[in-house]
């Protein structure tokens, strides 16, 4: 097919560059409801997306026209050649600032990722087992989604850009749930947590943890009481809202945020202005081994993009570097932060909300806001922990920032490695 | 434009009814769905334009097969007389494995046999390429020099869905499109940035682009208004919604809720309440691919069910949820034509379509005047769903303060309003008489699955937390 294409796109007038995407998915997924086969599913998607490239000059200045059609079946020569004159049409009317797409060497390069199972089905059945041996008859998955994901992406272009990578993942969607059913108070009697866990191998010691940890998490829900009141609090979040955290603090500083002014901070510039706490260190990395690639077909480096708390470096795509003037890193996908100096006794030192979890973390970095509805907590008040839900936290994100307390302990997940937890100072709750 | 039926789908047609019928002599029920979405985004922004295909355009073919109590599908975008032995191979793998563990026990579909077209047209001019850029690029320069701005992006889409249903006893097909247009503006002054962001959509390409210039005047305008708006103090307040918080509202703290595919895994709460009580008597609430025209309105949805009007709530007391095939066929109820996929090479799930509070008597200036303290909520941001323990978090963009019954000028932004779905529905005092369904996001499973969907309804006069 990419042969195809390439012969369509030579055979047609004023394409001046090209580059062709082919990803394949293949999916097999099982579905389990109250702890019964509910679905099966296997999915086999191959899609070709194509980009071409007009050079244009108008009133003088270089410009580069450019568009994206999608070729999701096999279809004529007579009909690729006209979706191509579409895109031609279509491109000159795209008039960006001109620069030049990636190049490559004309080889073929194919960096692999190990199959994580040569029997999808049978491992499905494997992972959905070892979340099901675990229940128990008040403490169990109600519903549970195994997902495993195998992609292959192969990107051409017409400056020698030649390479393929694949990747395997394992998804899984739980929902733990305990039913703690007491006919004489009809309020709060099962209540249900929601968790999603990647995995980059089967590791079945490891998903029975997470499914032993996960049960647990949702009997202290069950457990929780109000909070014994409203007022200021210092806050621990962990995992997931650490990371939505880390990833919206760099957002703005890709090559993009900069040229459209997205943001106005400039490399030196202080982002976290410390007074008494510890300063972060957040940077991008390549997901996995075989990702080697970004979209564009850049060969990705890894960057430091806050460093110390301060704008270190700006990342970003081909076409945003190149009019900044300088190298693109390519679009990163991984996010690595520098662990903190704070060691566990001293993270849960002193009273504090632990959240377990919550409706999903707001940040606005414009509005400096943090805050969220929390599921479950625990709080701790200098001498006992409990179980806590029904309330909310809120505050000042870049002011707290001055004095946080970042882990030792490291939390990873296939796109994530970095600190577990973060501890935000005087939070307001309600 | 093309303004019709998928010619691709229409060719593959022969083949597709042959294997259904192949597949049906093998299980017990077999059906396929074909999708071929096709659409263009037009983009601009003051250092980029771009014209493509949509990235949310797909074609392809899931198979499904009910067979011994268990669902299963397989799914494929090549499909031709030579693949045919590949596809059978692949759904007998799948039927076949020596799965581990109990299986749920679901029964076969009943359906109602059923052949029919329908078709939904675009209203109005479909316009150029060049001229929609033109318009973009246009807006953009004029909107880039007014004072504050940091960038303006505005951007216009076009999507035309054709579906094709066969099963043994139902052959459907569908064919509609919907446009819709957007603006997002950051503003800066000094060391402050904001941003305000609207949207339109409507089964009508020039009506969407038309519409433009006004919407993005006014979000340039409020986005200024913004650069004082200050965070909220955390609190209990009186709140008017405007039309998407509304649709936020009856979204996320009603709408999930009454997913009856959470019913089948014991994740809602909603079944307890059924014939009770759950809202002001000022409230009731529909949902359904035919209960209005806008983004979610289809003919027959991805389990070949037909579109219904489904109400939900009616005069504050809970009535009826909304389901599709494979988990109606688990509760023994009839779906509601509320089986949707993200795409083709998704599951179906129970999702909403078009989601509303019916709107009231009151009078808007009525609704303020009556509030001695508290915020005007506006402009739809983000919420989530706790259907078993009816927790609500809806985010919106700001809110206009409100003392002794008129605005005071100041503003709130972000307003991330939580509590329980209850209270909050309980507590709505007033609605008024005017009515707005707004399309321009889409909704999640979770954190998956990602649907267009559209939702709103009249200003609502309630009690929440901010915070």
Redesign the interface.
Known sequence: MIKRIIAALQSVAGVDDYQITVTE?D?H?L?F???????????????YSV?IFKKMTKDGKELLG?????V???VSKKALEKKIEE?L???S?????AYTIPTGDGKHHVFHTPEITADP??TL??V??AF?SVVLPKKKF??LEIFLISTKVHIVNSKGVDYTKNNAVLEV?A?P?F?GHNPADPT?Q???L?K?FRYRKIDLALIHADAVHALEEVEARFNATKLPSKGIYDVVIKDEEVITLCKDLIDNLSYAGV??????KKIGDVLQKVTDGEKLTIGLDRRYAADKFDGDGVLLTPVTVIKDGVVHANYGNNRFAQ?LGVTPTGNLGGLKVALGKTAKEEMFKGPHLEIISL??I?I?I????I???V?LAYYYDGTKKIPVS?F???G?LFKTLENIKISQEEFTTPTYVGPKFIKLLNM?V? | MKNKFSS?LAKKEPLLQALVERLNAKYEYASVLGTDVHG?NYAA?????????NPE????F?FRVYHKG???????????PAKVGEIEA?IA??VS?P??????K?GLPKEEPLTKSYERKNVGQVYS??KI??IL?DLVKKTVVEKNV??VSVMVSVQEISKLFISAKRHLKQYYNYSASGVYV?V?EG?V???AYDGLDQNSLSAVVKGLPKLTKGTYKLAIELLK?E??K??KYTIITDPSITGLIVHEAFGHGVEMDQF????A?APEYMNKQVASPLISMHDGADAANSVASYFFDDDGVSAQDTLIIDKGILKAGIIDR?SAL?LGVKPTGNGRRQEF?H?TYTRMTNTYFESGTSKLDDMIKSVDYGYYIAKTN?G?E?P??W???C?ALYGREIKNGKFTGKMI??V?M?G?VLDLLKSISMISGDFHLSGAGHCGK???EWVRVSDGGPSLKAEV?I?
């Open positions: 998915d999916r997924e579905y409801v109250l702890g019964k086969r509910e679905t099966a599913r296997h999915t086999k998607v191959i899609s980009t450019s568009s994206t059609f999608i999701p079946y096999v895109a049409y279509s491109a009317f795209v008039n960006n600032k089905l049978k059945d494997e959905g087992n099901e109600n519903a969607e929902i749930s039913d709060n099962k209540v249900e929601y999603y040229y459209n002014h997205a943001t106005d009019y409706s999903g707001q606005d414009y509005s400096s806001y805050g969220g509805e599921r029904g909310s936290f809120s000042n307001d309600l | 691709y263009k922004n003051r250092s980029s334009t771009s014209v493509g295909d355009m797909e074609s392809g899931v268990v669902s299963y599908e397989y799914a494929t975008n090549e499909i031709s692949a793998e799948l494995h799965y581990l563990g109990k299986q749920v679901m390429t060049e850029v033109g690029t940091a960038n950051i800066r060391e940035t904001r941003y708006a965070l909220p955390p609190g089948v895994k014991d994740r709460l494979t688990q090479s599951k983000n989530m706790d078993k323990n927790g609500i978090q985010a932004s972000p991330v939580s329980f979770g954190y998956k937390k915070g």
